[in-house]
């Protein structure tokens, strides 16, 4: 009990000093973290709303597929991105292995389904009126999922907040395809496993206060966006 008081008091004092390795490590966190989440919506956001718009064989067992990969485990996306990136691999020329655009393309891997999945069933809860309505109008396709996208931001934006609490807190992808290299690939959750195994536990509660701190946030934004889709 003693050791876990004395380090959660040192832990605190490492945040409030802005330690530079942590301050490092949480920089490369985020800065993935982001990265992969901002490709995911540019990916995931038009993929849902071409599902959510069209009409085709097979639509409802592509959204099951998409439901079913929410939960994929971090591991497996990277064995698979490993076979492609590594020296052996299709892009193993590219030297991708060990680098902060290894983690990205696996994070984005892994929540696309994530922001697909959301933007979907944001769009299914727009009233099929404002569909019409602008359609009737004279509206276009392009014109119409515009105004469905406005009606729909909030759940969107729920979407991307929850795809950057899924990669923010992940550690799988991480490790296999970051190789936690210190002040290059290593994230909170990686340093964290690292400092546990050394039995150094200062800098491992620290940033596990500062990673509870992120998700708390994350949650908050999450709620706050839900909250601002079931007001509409």
Known sequence: MNLLIDSFISAIRLIVSMDAEMVAIVGVSLKVSCTSTVLA????????????????????????????????????????????????????????????RAIIIGQAILIIPVVAAFTIAAISRIDERYRKTAMTLGANRLQTAWIVF?????????????????????????????????????????AMALEYDKGSFILAVALGIVLLGLSFGMNILFHFFQGRVHSQ
Do not use: C, H, W
């Not at 038009?46 to 099951?64: D, N, Q, W, Y």
């Not at 991307?160 to 970051?178: N, P, Y």
């Open 150 to 190: 406005r009606e729909a931001r909030f759940g969107i934006v729920a979407a991307m907040v929850a795809a950057f609490g899924r990669v923010i807190s992940e550690v799988g992808i991480s490790m296999m395809l970051g190789g936690n290299i210190k002040g290059f690939t290593r994230t909170m959750t990686t």
């Open 41 to 100: 919506g540019l990916i995931g956001v038009p993929l849902g709303f071409t599902i959510a718009f069209s009409e085709f064989v097979g639509k409802r067992m592509t959204i099951t597929v998409l439901n079913t990969l929410l939960a994929l485990p971090t591991v497996v996306i990277g064995l698979f991105v490993y076979a492609f990136i590594s020296r052996r691999g299709i892009f193993g020329p590219f030297d991708l292995l060990y680098t902060q």
